[in-house]
């Protein structure tokens, strides 16, 4: 796992919505992390929780209310030119979540795909822009006889995979994949999530996969991040959130997840999640401190020692 250098660096970020009104959303509410080059990080949490709005920060859709994104180390936010606008843009990609509104119905796939090779111009002729196309398409395991269809012709799984190549086409670093399976059917999802990571592998990408539950992103990440209402409340290495689950909220998602074998199956208890059983009144949290070696949790003193001699 390439884990030493980091690709983006999220530092205290903020997205308020209509702020100061009295419809105020703290969509993002103070939160950091980073993301290594070559990794998969998984962004779980219920809908509503800010999932969306921080692919969508981070890869400048919006503007940050407070905080910052460091792309190698450059502010993705900061004054650019308008050249290194579209080296950022060419550098992140993002991946939908629904493969039925994000295809331009009136396109046909080769002109859908080849959009970002046109922007950047890739292609130095017709035929160069067309055997790209072609390339792509067999990447993700489409063919080129597909190149002439339109959108309406696929499946959702296949659009899903044009959505891919539409995003592999600039060659980029870093995808961010905003719920790429939840619209598709249980036989399907697998089936996209299993491309994404050969893809990743193959390409040397990183991804920032966000997902509504647990069960599928634990497959592709390499470490997970767990949101609610903005805030992020624990971030782990995948295996060690599965094993080690310290935040009550993270407990709860787990216990959602359905048990493969029948017997677990009958004996599982879906956990709830109470906020006021922190008691943060009283304790206040002290911030998202490192409980183990990578493994981060939001918590005040009190639960941080509990944490603690939990791991140990
Ligand atoms: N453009 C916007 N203007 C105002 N409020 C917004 C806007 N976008 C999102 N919100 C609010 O910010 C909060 C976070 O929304 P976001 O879409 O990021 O959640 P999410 O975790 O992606 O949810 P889902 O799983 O349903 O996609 C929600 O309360 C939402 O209503
Ligand atoms: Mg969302």
Redesign the pocket.
Known sequence: MAQSNKLLEIKNLKQY??EGKVNE?K?IDNISFDIYKGEVMGLV??????????G?TIIRLYDATGGEVLYDGINVHGKKSTKELKQFNRKMQMIF?DPYASLNPRLKIADIIAEGIDIHGLAKSKQERMEMVYELLETVGLNREHANRYPHEFSGGQRQRIGIARALAVQPEFIIA??PISALDVSIQAQVVNLMKKLQKEKELTYLF?A?DLSMVKYISDRIGV?YF?KMVELAPADELYRNPLHPYTQSLLSAIPAPDPISERSRRRKSYDPASHNYDQNEPVGFREVNPGHFVLCSEKEFQQYQAKVK
């Open positions: 919505f209509n959303v969509a949490g219920e809908s509503g929780c800010g999932k969306s709005t921080t969508r979540q905003d719920e966000i509504h949101m903005g």
